[in-house]
């Protein structure tokens, strides 16, 4: 009997130490569950901030693209800087322009070469050359400079024409005459086109053997297109 209960009580025993180690492993089971479970929920959140990733990066690729035809025109017609100038330039080369109405006389030459000069710097806007074309006693000659920078920083000079009538000579070194300037311009803020119109009063002298404007009258107002 004494073995009979011995024997008993240790099935009791290695059968409570199976149910002991079985409930051990359900619940190992179940946290490897829960930690696969998880493990899988990250895997998809980082899934799907990749693909959020990848199509932002997709739209803006495709934005870039449809932009860059349009920044290359830009690029190409209005971002080239001229040395000394300070100021973007065009590409361009400038139009050859009429010099009509240009009366004869002994200086027409002398007084083209100046306003070959003047129209030249603003299509290379070229301050250094644009002043030299006025004598240094022109009056507010600074004043003149900063105006002409502060409008090349806007606009791009498309085509620049000029007449001149009505020369007429006051003495040996001074010619007088009406110069009639068009300018046909880009605006570099909205993109438009203009063509403009100016008349002048102009005083030519000589200094050094050279030619340069003197004095300048505006004869009427701005006329724009």
């Known amino acids: ?19 002991a180690e079985t409930h051990e492993a359900v619940q ?34 495709l934005a870039v693209l449809g932009y860059l035809p349009l920044a290359s025109k830009l690029v190409q017609e209005q971002n080239r800087v001229q040395p000394g100038a300070g100021v973007p330039t065009t590409e361009a080369e400038p139009p050859q322009a009429p010099w009509t109405a240009f009366p004869d006389t002994p200086e027409k030459e002398n007084l083209l070469k100046l306003l070959n000069q003047i129209r030249d710097a603003h299509y290379k806007k070229d301050i250094q050359m644009f002043l030299q074309a006025y004598s240094p006693a022109f009056p507010d000659i600074e004043q003149k400079r900063d105006q002409t920078v502060k409008s090349w920083r806007r606009y791009d000079f498309l085509d620049v024409q000029y007449q001149v009538t009505g020369v007429r000579q006051e003495n040996d070194n001074t010619l007088a005459g009406v110069v009639n300037w068009t300018y046909k311009t880009l605006d570099r803020r909205n993109h438009a086109i203009v063509t403009t119109s100016k008349g002048y009063d102009v005083k030519f002298t000589k200094e050094s053997g050279q030619w340069a404007i003197q004095e300048i009258e505006p004869l009427t107002k701005e006329i724009k297109d």
Request: hydrophobic residues 60%; without cysteine; glycine residues 2%.
């Open 1 to 19: 009997m004494d073995a009979f209960g011995q024997t008993k009580k240790s099935l009791e025993m290695a059968q409570a130490a199976l149910e």
């Open 28 to 61: 190992v089971s179940r946290r490897l569950n829960d930690n696969l479970i998880e493990a899988i929920r990250r895997i998809w959140r980082q899934l799907l901030f990749i693909w959020v990733v990848v199509i932002i990066l997709a739209v803006f690729y």
